[in-house]
């Protein structure tokens, strides 16, 4: 934006002495809602049209209306617009340029209107689009997630839970969890969506106003597929921006746990991944190092966002009916949830399709945790033994191969047998056919069902997603 400009200047007739320099910067919200300019200028021609089809203004003044809003279009595109702290906001910056240039026609702009309408109107316009694109690049970052998933869609992984190894996954599977999480953001901005598509102008400062307007007009000419059906609601609603923000949180929670993820697993104590040097940074001392530092950003970045839906909620609880100035306060959180939200999205998209994966060591990590205890304990149980029975069984397995320093699959049958000589039952239910159950390869592929790790599975579970993604 150009330099902010404050010659000094009294609001009105109805005041005696002007505001001082402070109350004026304070007061102000020019620097960051000139950021809504385009959208601004596309309510303003909407509400001209429908003034002139009213006939509440002249077609002459709808015309120097729109010959003048072209203008300013053109000079803010430019960067040539000089933004006027002394004209507070980007509405009365607009308004007051477009009367510079057209004369009274631009002083009849605002009749049926107030800023309380106006501004309401050009949030929901600029979060729409805002929306538009985040629903755009979670669709590409899954599509690059897909395609990775694909490639790994039987390369086994140590599947954790209390990062403890668990059971043997697939890393297509685990990949997989981050699509489901990211259908549901998805699904969660599209909802949010809806309910940011309705149109408050028409509602003038609070009760509406008493020129014979045409409110369903201005919604399509705005693409609002509702009119606000409450004038005070209309002007002080910000559910919407708060919702936004709700759904801001979880996605960037849900990009949180990746990164995290992502940062064990590039850490030589995993060894799972690397990530494209693009992605990462040096030390200024230790010059061995190459830090994991967008996805730790990224991790840290979902306690900002945090904190703009906390400043939301809070901006609200205390507001009365209908519109209050606090209100101006919402746009510098929703600004940057949503830059924030886009921007990670996008660096998202590409640092996946930079994984470089390290199966060995997936493989090798495997060997570390019993991970095929539990399809022991479920081979017992196909044969009979009651599951309770079959877990202490393997659990006794387990502490004998702990103890041999060996891995399950690596004791020989007899050595099995003989720890479970204390469950009744257990050990002749052991027979050779059990060495195909305790590799990873019979583990992973026994769990074939929707939702299970399967490769098979996978494969299906990649094309349904691609599949919805298509739609
Ligand atoms: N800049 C104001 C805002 O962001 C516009 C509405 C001002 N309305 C008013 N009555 N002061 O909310």
Known sequence: MSDISTANGTWSGRFSEPVSDLVKRYTASVFFDCRMAVQDIRGSLAHARMLAKQDIISNQDLSDIERGMSQIAGEIERGEFAWRLDAEDVHMNIEQRLTALIGDAGKRLHTGRSRNDQVATDIRLWLRDAIDTILALIGEFQTSLLKLAEEHAATPLPGHTHLQIAQPVTFGHHLMAYNEMLRRDAERFADVRRRVNRLPLGSAA????????????????????????????????????????????????????????LILWMSPRFGFIDLADRFTTGSSIMPQKKNPDVPELVRGKTGRVNGHLIALLTLMKGQPLAYNKDNQEDKEPLFDAADTMIDTLRIYADMITGIRVKAENMREALKLGFATATDLADYLVKKGLPFRDAHEAVALAVRAAEQQGCDLPDMPLEALRNCMVHVSGAAEKLADDIFGVLTVEGSLASRNHIGGTAPEQVRAAIARARARLAK
Not at 222 to 237: G, H, K, P, R
């Open 206 to 261: 609070l009760a509406g106003t008493t020129y014979p307007i045409d409110r369903e007009f201005v919604a399509r000419e705005l693409d609002f597929e509702e009119v606000c059906e409450n004038s005070l609601d209309a002007v002080s609603d910000r559910d919407f921006a708060i919702e936004f923000c709700a759904a801001v949180s979880l996605a960037m929670m849900h990009l949180s746990r990746l990164s995290e993820e």
